[in-house]
């Protein structure tokens, strides 16, 4: 079982930066891959970043390449999305979730955190 903690999120006006962190316990996460995911009131959650076990591999969201960077540190067990040139639309809620085969789908995830409210002020 892997637990999965949130931290970092807040009220960033436009333009600013924020940097999230999910934290695992209960199992080392170097075997699975992790992602970030992310869902606005009224929307359905929708796919941010994903990194591989090794880090090796990347890939976003078309909405966030480019401004994001997602990375992890297996040492720490610890995942980060640093989150650069922030736009309103970037508000909401943010989720981490990892998983033995990950890709673009949430259901590919079998473990997920609570969640940390971003909220980007114009």
């Known amino acids: 079982q892997v637990q999965l903690v949130e931290s970092g999120g807040g009220l960033v006006q436009a333009g600013g930066s924020l940097r999230l962190s999910c934290a695992a316990s209960?199992?080392?996460?170097?075997?699975?891959?992790m992602g970030w995911f992310r869902q606005a009131p009224g929307n359905e959650r929708e796919f941010v970043a994903l990194i591989s076990g090794s880090g090796a591999y990347t890939n976003y969201a078309d909405s966030v390449k480019g401004r994001f960077t997602i990375s992890r540190d297996n040492a720490k067990n610890t995942m980060y999305l640093q989150m650069n040139s922030l736009k309103p639309e970037d508000t909401a809620v943010y989720y981490c979730a990892a998983g033995r085969s990950i890709g673009t789908a949430a259901r590919r995830y079998d473990y997920w955190g609570q969640g940390t409210q971003v909220t980007v002020s114009s």
């Open positions: 209960g199992r080392a996460l170097i075997g699975y891959g």
